[in-house]
């Protein structure tokens, strides 16, 4: 698995520092406001679960499944597989996601949430690839900006492998082109 990596971009130690920001900017932003933290599965669950644990507050959790790529090409069409337990109506959220790349699964999230009548939305990535960007989002609490490049680990996939990557590195072009 990991020869199939071109090279390390961000290591578990980088993440762990960034998350460890990205926490306490949240945590001054929200502690007296009980939000409800969504996880856009699958890719950000790792990232998902790092930053909560870091999150001492009181916040409720849950979970979208929202999908539109194959293989490295986004489809352009977002699909909801899995929609939230929560009423989302007056409540603070905050989405957590792995990437930023299109911005097509943000902007349709963002869009969902505000017409389900969330007080406010605010975004926190790990990763941000404005260089693809193909409609206007951006992320309140971004770890990293990162090259045009495919990324894998740390919760991103390509065909639903390498998730389990505990950095996030670039996918060598020879795995993927024919
Ligand atoms: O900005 P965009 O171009 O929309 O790309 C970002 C989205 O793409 C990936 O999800 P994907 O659809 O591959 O599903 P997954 O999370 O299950 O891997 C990633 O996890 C983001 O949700
Ligand atoms: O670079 C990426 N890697 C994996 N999944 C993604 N979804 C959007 N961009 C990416």
Redesign the pocket.
Known sequence: MNNDIERVLYSQEEINHRADELAAAITEEYHDQNPLVIS?????MIFTSDMLKRLNFKLNVDLV?????DGTD?TGQ?KLDLDLKSDVKGRSVIIM????????????LVQLLKDRGAKSVAVCALLD?PG???VSIEGDYVGFTTPNEFLVGY???YN?LY?NLPYVGVLKRSVYAN
């Open positions: 856009v599965l699958t890719g950000a499944d929202v999908s539109s790529y986004s977002v996601e792995d990437i930023i790349d299109t911005g097509r699964t943000l902007k349709y690839k693809r960007r193909e919760g991103l996939d639903n998730r």
